[in-house]
């Protein structure tokens, strides 16, 4: 029991700890969301931690359910959470909008991808991993209104 317990806080850290260790060597170029053009129904910034916190707790929860019955699913999450770590630097730091914006699409492929494979290991799992599809995709289209109108 203290094995499968230690083995699922790191794998709540390793989610927490890839994209965390990203935002904090790109924290000095945040302040740019504030000067960009967004369109009425962009959150203000402070949602974006919050948020992003609830949905790496979320996802390691899925990800815990069904890691032991397919090798494949090891893999699919963390390439995705790279994926996911990657924009950050893509967006803010190089400002390179349309590339992150195709980015994000990329990852929402393998964000809808990873839920399909999950679901049919364990059903739970699409409702853990919905938050995550729902807000990708609206950070697409965040990230899309921002490369046309920036």
Do not use: H
């Amino acid at each position: 029991m203290k094995k499968i317990l230690n083995k699922n806080i790191v794998i709540i850290g390793l989610t927490f700890f890839v994209p965390g260790i990203i935002a904090f060597l790109c924290k000095n170029s945040f302040s740019i969301y504030k000067l960009l053009v967004r369109p009425k129904i962009a959150p203000p910034a402070i949602v974006f931690p919050i948020a992003w916190n609830i949905l790496y707790l979320l996802m390691s929860i899925a990800y815990i359910l069904v890691k032991n019955n397919d090798e494949s699913n090891m893999k699919i999450y963390y390439f995705q959470l790279i994926l996911n770590a990657l924009w950050t630097p893509l967006f803010f730091v190089f400002k390179w909008y349309l590339f992150a914006a195709l980015e994000l699409v990329f990852l929402l492929i393998i964000v809808i991808y990873m839920t399909y494979k999950f679901y049919i290991d364990d059903k739970k799992t699409l409702y853990l991993l919905l938050p995550y599809t729902l807000w990708v995709t609206f950070a697409l289209y965040l990230n899309l209104y921002i490369s046309i109108y920036n």
